[in-house]
């Protein structure tokens, strides 16, 4: 009888334990739901910035670190306030689409093909990112993609496209996982992937890779920030998001992105033009 | 690789002897959270457990098989439905309560509830009928009798209650689709291990771990020492 | 007062079972046209192993519902509104093995006064009573699981006797007990029978309890044969035999 007691007066301290722990973020001023991409996430670039931007207006802001394709869905479904995405094509589809609104570009990095040291394929030696994969397709060496509809998939396909290879050779592995988790297995498997400079740098120092390709313009990665349309879902957190946007491209924000660094090297460039 | 596992071992303990804050706030979550899913579908499993144990009304071999059933899908296909529900687009969209702990706790809840209601429909099923017969007779109300029969069963029901917790404090595929592993607020102890896993960032990833590790220990000596008092009694 | 087929009488505390048949699958365990079971009823009820004592013992308490006929109630206080009326907690059943609860002496013993609204003052006069009648002083604090089959025997008569019922129905009350434990029992049931409480008690064999009894209910043959002339040890003898006999034909 004793016992039973006792986990009931266990369960029911854990009742208002957990009561009290339900919403804190309803406690902590109104939220911001910001679906964005785990590249800006796991470099660690918003966990720097955003707790100014939480200070200065009281917001506070929720990330949702995923693909680029699935943020994009969150916010042609009205889960999220606002997006922060690096996929020109699908952003530009996204606002045709009516979903979003004022996209702005706020900062780019770029896509490097990264490989083994003992570079199998030959990349080195290329003259653009196109021929770079139509090396790795054709020299017997291994590819792991991102498989996700991520912002980086999405761009490799595209390099894909361009050098007339269907992704489906010996050596194409697609994994399916974020960038942190595909540049760990491209490590195990010493692999060639596409990565973005961000991440690969948080990552460097737990890698046996190397960057054997990087430049070029269709290497190019900017991030755009957009808003939801307000007349699709209009009870949605509009002003925390136009502010948080607003936020992004103001000389501070931006001059705070050119100064972030990891391991001594700068991940981003801002690159708001009025 | 320049860490060692010893490195990487002292680190994690380090995380969790000095009260890391962002690791206790993950272990906190996740525990609120399991324990109002928990809390929430205890006493209607139960019920519902007695109901299919005791009664034998038109489809209650349906019932029966559908939470069989229940109980095999794997957490990732329940997380599917429930982010379908909990969509602005979904049944449930008006509730706005994906990438919530509610959002969590309702995932949680449709895990846990047919464990319990199998595992407390066994117990029931397993006991004396002279315990029911002989509450009635003396005069105790339905309610009485079932509390009565929960007595009896303490053991086996505690049991199903644990076997229920645990499933869902270590579930990562619901919480990571419904809570969106937002830190502070829906990231919870195996969320944040996947995460911290594919940042690279073990020490973490095996601070959070050796919690669940450490809780699945207790557990287990727990449900040990109970099952040693369940032997069956003597008439 | 036509005492082989009493006519219900709405005045006496009673259950009262008409045209029940009960069946085990397809095969008819016994029948009976009516039956009244009635506050101050002594009643001896007699059959062989498996001719369905148990199973009229648990129709007439609300545990079982029969395959055919009712069995209803009368002169009962009514149930509270929230309560479904129904036949159970009327005449109490007591198992032949009684079930005690997980818990002390004391927990089962108390457990009837639960529902009952009583003065804390008789409360304790109740339980103290209980105590002494079961003889159970000594083992108040005792796990209840520690109980010899007498001492579980004196329990269960002593918990269904704390709630005061009008009817009760005992299963083989004094089969497997040390004499001690026998003679105890007896006392309890004679003291209830002192009190006007209506005894429906089976036993297979007659002995100072079947002594006790005022009238005979015989399942035989698949239906209840009811007197008010109790077998003394030889005439039981002698049908037993005969039933035997009809056993063997079968």
């Known amino acids: ?274 | 690789m320049n860490d060692g596992w010893l490195a990487l071992l002292q680190q994690a303990f380090s995380l969790l002897l000095s009260l890391n804050p962002d690791v206790w706030a993950i272990i906190n979550i996740s525990f609120s959270v399991s324990f109002a899913a928990l809390l929430i579908t205890v006493v209607p499993s139960i019920i519902l457990g007695f109901i299919l144990a005791f009664s034998h009304f038109r489809g209650r071999w349906v019932v029966t098989n559908l939470i069989q059933t229940l109980q095999s899908i794997p957490t990732v296909v329940i997380g599917l439905l429930v982010y379908l529900l909990l969509t602005r687009q979904g049944v449930l969209g008006d509730l706005k309560w994906l990438f919530t702990q509610q959002g969590m706790i309702l995932g949680q809840m449709l895990i846990c509830a047919p464990v319990m209601v199998a595992l407390s429909q066994a117990a029931f099923s397993s006991v004396d009928r002279r315990a029911w017969e002989t509450s009635r007779t003396l005069g105790a109300s339905w309610l009485r009798a079932v509390w009565t029969l929960c007595r009896e069963l303490r053991v086996p029901l505690l049991l199903a209650i644990i076997a229920a917790f645990s499933r869902i404090l270590t579930e990562v595929g619901c919480s990571m689709m419904v809570g969106g592993n937002i830190m502070n607020v829906t990231r919870n102890i195996p969320t944040a291990i996947a995460l911290e896993t594919s940042k690279g960032d073990f020490a973490q990833a095996i601070a959070l771990g050796l919690v669940l590790l450490i809780l699945a220990l207790v557990l287990n000596f727990i449900l040990g020492s109970l099952r040693g008092k369940a032997l069956p009694r003597s008439h | ?250």
Request: overall charge neutral.
């Open chain 3, 1 to 250: 007062m036509a005492l082989s087929h009493p006519s219900v009488s709405n005045d006496a505390i009673q259950v009262h079972a008409q045209n029940v048949l009960m069946k085990y699958q397809q095969h008819t365990l016994f029948s009976v046209a009516d039956l009244t079971f009635k506050q101050g009823d002594v009643i001896y009820l007699q059959g062989d192993n498996g001719s369905g004592k148990s199973t009229l013992m648990k129709i007439l308490a609300g545990l079982i519902t029969p395959t055919q006929g009712r069995v209803a109630s009368h002169g009962f206080a009514r149930n509270p509104w929230w309560q479904i009326d129904s036949l159970l907690g009327k005449a109490v059943y007591l198992h032949q093995h009684p079930y005690l609860f997980e818990g002390s002496v004391k927990y089962n013993l108390t457990y009837a006064l639960k529902q009952l609204t009583l003065t804390a003052k008789e409360r304790h006069h109740r339980i103290e009573q209980a105590i002494n009648m079961a003889q159970l002083n000594d083992l108040l604090d005792h796990h209840a699981s520690d109980l010899s089959g007498g001492e579980r025997q004196r329990l269960a008569i002593a918990r269904a006797w704390i709630a005061q019922p009008k009817l009760l129905m005992l299963d083989e009350p004094i089969s497997n007990m040390d004499k001690h434990s026998q003679r105890l029992v007896l006392a309890m049931i004679n003291q209830l029978k002192q009190d006007g409480t209506g005894l429906l008690i089976s036993s297979h064999q007659t002995c100072g309890l079947t002594a006790l009894c005022k009238q005979h209910w015989h399942i035989k043959q698949g239906t209840v044969h009811t007197s008010m002339h109790v077998p003394t040890t030889e005439t039981v003898h002698q049908s037993n035999t005969t039933e035997l006999h009809y056993g063997t034909t079968n």
């Open chain 1, 1 to 274: 009888m004793l016992k039973l007691k006792a986990s009931v007066s266990m369960l029911l301290a854990a009742t208002v334990f957990s009561g009290a722990m339900l919403s804190p973020a309803a406690l902590a001023g109104e939220v911001i739901k910001l679906a964005t991409t785990t590249s800006t996430e796991n470099s660690g670039l918003l966990g720097a910035i955003l707790p100014k931007f939480e200070a200065e207006s009281g917001y506070t802001v929720q990330v949702i670190a995923t693909g680029t394709g699935q943020a994009l869905k969150l916010g042609s479904q009205g889960d999220v306030d606002v997006v922060m995405t690096h996929a020109p094509e699908a952003e530009a589809k996204f606002v045709a689409d009516g979903y979003g609104v004022e996209p702005r570009g706020i900062m780019e990095n770029d896509f490097i093909v990264l490989g083994p040291k003992n570079d199998p394929a030959a990349v080195k030696a290329s003259k653009d990112a196109v021929d770079a994969f139509n090396k790795i397709a054709t020299k017997p060496s291994q590819f792991i993609s991102r498989g996700d509809n991520s912002g980086t998939h999405m761009k490799e396909l595209e390099i894909w496209q361009a050098a007339a290879v269907t992704p489906d050779f010996a050596g194409y592995t697609s994994v399916g996982q974020g960038m942190g988790k595909t540049l760990l297995m491209a490590n195990e498997l010493q692999a060639y992937t596409l990565a973005d400079r961000g991440t690969f740098i948080a990552y460097k120092a737990k890698l046996d890779l190397t960057i054997s390709y990087e430049g070029g313009a269709a290497l190019a990665n900017p991030y755009q920030i957009i808003l939801i349309n307000s007349e699709k879902y209009p009870d949605l957190n509009h002003k925390g998001a136009k502010a948080l946007s607003d936020w992004f491209i103001s000389p501070a924000t931006q001059t705070m992105i050119n100064q972030f660094t990891v391991q001594g090297e700068q991940l981003f460039k801002a690159t708001y033009k009025k």
